[in-house]
């Protein structure tokens, strides 16, 4: 989403890129551990403001002269396979993998039938650390995917979905490819003061190809993107302050080709069409954390944005928050305040594209960049083994990036909205090991998530003024706005080497796209303005055979229980959950 950042040890990896790529950039099984910030983000991190995911990779390391082979097999004839191998010597170390996967059951289906829906994909990944001297490291991490995806459609007609929006014609793909490469030279002068200067580059293409006897349009939308840049930073500690100061840059070039063929019997001419642009991102940023007292901690920061390409936009972003330790309880409350800026996509279009939106009472208009405003507090209370931590916050944001399509076609444009609102209750509990056996752990979100105002950047109404592009400045539900959010789940450890893991999820629907609260509803089993809530089971079993053998079974959704999850055509799409899935896999591991 573009409301997360993701970083690849430790390396802010941009797309600015809005709901144009469905692949993930790096195989989970390369992963050695995963780092999770959501919220109360101090100035040295970035400008997304949902969350912040740190992948730590493997490194070779933990590894002597061993490999690993990973098979895999289920239902929807799927498969994920993986040849990974990894040594290291006092100085040096190294890991690569090759994977491959294939599988029926793509993308969330319109239906609950699935259809057109098959995917595959290929990939490898390598890392290399050399430790030249005691206080000079050399990181190199790299990765190259290309993934195929079928896009699902509804069979029928004369479906309610299809009379809203047709699919019935459609038999559209798109392929994917992306690669990243980042270096980082890690230079410690002393214990307590490193220096990071990491240059990377990043390669994502995404190509939406369809039929030419697609119904109504057949839509061709074909982008590449080229990311250069780089992240400098020092970090010291001075008595008390703990202080970071760096500088995180790059330049972006895209490549588009738009086209479509108007099979609806309009006569409308077909488009093709081929265009370029380019931008830039500069953030500086000073941070300090200072440990006023064992009981207090204080942070305080300044980011500075600077955003071009077609025009120039500046943005200052101040952070403040605060932990007070609670003596002998161990209780700490924290409060945080923040300001975030996320640069725009970049935005381009003319000749018949342009035309083409015209016709369809929309224009392309400047695109600035979201503007977030957050304020968060939270406890966290640790109890016997327990953790407990909840938290509330309020995040207003102008200029709410998102993404709308051009009439009956897939064509696709970022847009902003006037502004929006997020607000939240969470809340987390952990166990402690319960009895020998297993833990325990909860998450709960009771959140709101509201737009308001028109259509501001982008894809936008017109005529301007006309009352038909007023959408009003009363808050209303966002497409993603689900209220009640609840997983529940348990690892265990069994005997005979056996290890169980069971989840339950419960979502209380998400916005009902179709509703209409002044009449009846375009879909009479979807009448109220949010969609049915909807509860699934997943459960896996994993047995060690041998030191070097493991098995598991996977098993999600058990129930199959089927339910549309979301139907907001302008910004999502008609989306059913996944149905029930089995799968088995087995590890081995061996010497090279």
Do not use: M
């Not at 969350?51 to 895999?72: D, H, K, W, Y």
């Not at 970022?414 to 752990?441: C, D, K, Y």
């Amino acid at each position: 989403g573009h409301q997360v950042s993701w970083l690849i040890d430790g390396v802010e990896i941009p797309n600015t890129n809005i709901a144009s790529s469905l692949a993930a950039q790096i195989d989970p099984k390369d992963i050695d551990y995963l780092e999770i910030q959501r919220g109360s983000y101090t100035s040295d991190l970035g400008d997304r403001t949902y969350g912040i995911f740190n992948v730590v990779p493997r490194t070779g390391f933990e590894r002597s002269r061993q490999a690993e082979l990973v098979l895999s097999g289920g239902s929807f004839l799927q498969t994920d396979d993986q040849l990974n191998f990894g040594d290291h010597t006092e100085k040096f170390a190294y890991y690569a993998s090759l994977n491959g996967s294939r599988s029926d059951y793509g993308l969330a289906p319109p239906v609950g039938q699935v259809l057109h829906d098959a995917t595959n994909g290929s990939g490898g990944f390598a890392s290399l650390i050399y430790n030249r001297t005691p206080k000079d490291q050399l990181r190199l991490v790299a990765q190259l995917r290309h993934d195929f995806f079928q896009i699902p459609y509804d069979p029928d007609p004369n479906s309610v979905e299809n009379h809203l929006y047709d699919s019935s014609g459609l038999r559209d793909t798109q392929s994917e490819t992306d690669s990243i490469a980042a270096f980082t030279w890690l230079h410690t002068f002393t214990p307590s003061t490193v220096l990071q200067a990491s240059p990377f580059f990043h390669y994502n293409q995404a190509d939406y190809n369809s039929s030419p006897k697609d119904t109504p349009v057949a839509t061709t939308v074909d982008r590449t993107s080229n990311y250069g840049g780089g992240h400098i930073s020092l970090t010291t500690q001075i008595a008390r302050n703990t202080l970071q100061g760096g500088i995180y840059f790059f330049d972006q070039q895209d490549g588009y080709l738009v086209g479509a063929l108007f099979n609806n019997g309009s006569g409308t001419a077909p488009i093709h069409e081929t265009d370029t642009t380019s931008g830039s991102v500069v953030e500086e940023y000073l941070s300090d954390n200072f440990k006023a007292a064992s009981w207090l901690t204080l942070t305080a920061g300044l980011r500075q944005s600077r955003f071009n390409g077609g025009f120039t936009e500046d943005f200052t972003a101040p952070r403040v928050g605060a932990a007070i330790l609670i003596p002998k309880l161990n209780w700490v409350f924290r409060g945080y305040y923040g300001r975030f800026y996320q640069p725009p996509p970049l935005l381009t279009a003319s000749g018949p594209v342009l035309a083409f939106a015209n016709s369809n009472n929309t224009t392309l208009a400047p695109l600035h960049g979201e503007r977030d405003e957050e304020h968060q507090f939270g406890v966290q209370i640790p109890f016997r083994g327990w953790l407990l931590d909840a938290d509330t916050f309020k995040n207003r944001v102008n200029n709410f990036l998102d993404h709308s399509n051009i009439g009956d076609s897939s064509i696709y444009f970022p847009v902003t909205i006037n502004g929006a609102l997020v607000r939240a209750w969470e809340l987390t509990l952990r166990s402690p090991r319960l009895g020998h056996f297993g833990q325990a752990h909860l998450a709960y979100s009771n959140q709101i998530a509201q737009q308001r105002g028109n259509i501001t950047g982008g894809l936008i109404c017109t005529p301007i003024g006309d009352p038909s592009c007023d959408a009003g400045f009363a808050y209303t539900p966002l497409d993603h706005d689900q209220r009640n959010t609840l997983n529940l789940g348990f690892n265990a450890t069994l005997p005979h080497a056996f290890t169980a893991s069971t989840n339950v999820y419960y979502g209380s629907g998400f916005t009902n796209g179709g509703y209409n609260p002044t009449g009846p509803p375009p879909d009479p089993r979807y009448p109220n303005q949010y969609l049915p809530a909807h509860i699934t089971f997943d459960l896996a079993l994993g047995k060690t055979i041998t030191e070097n053998l493991t098995a598991s079974i996977t098993a999600t959704n058990v129930a199959n229980r089927r339910i549309l999850l979301d139907n907001s055509l302008t910004f999502g799409g008609f989306h059913d959950n996944d149905p029930r899935q089995l799968f088995a896999e087995l590890r081995y591991r061996f010497k090279l």
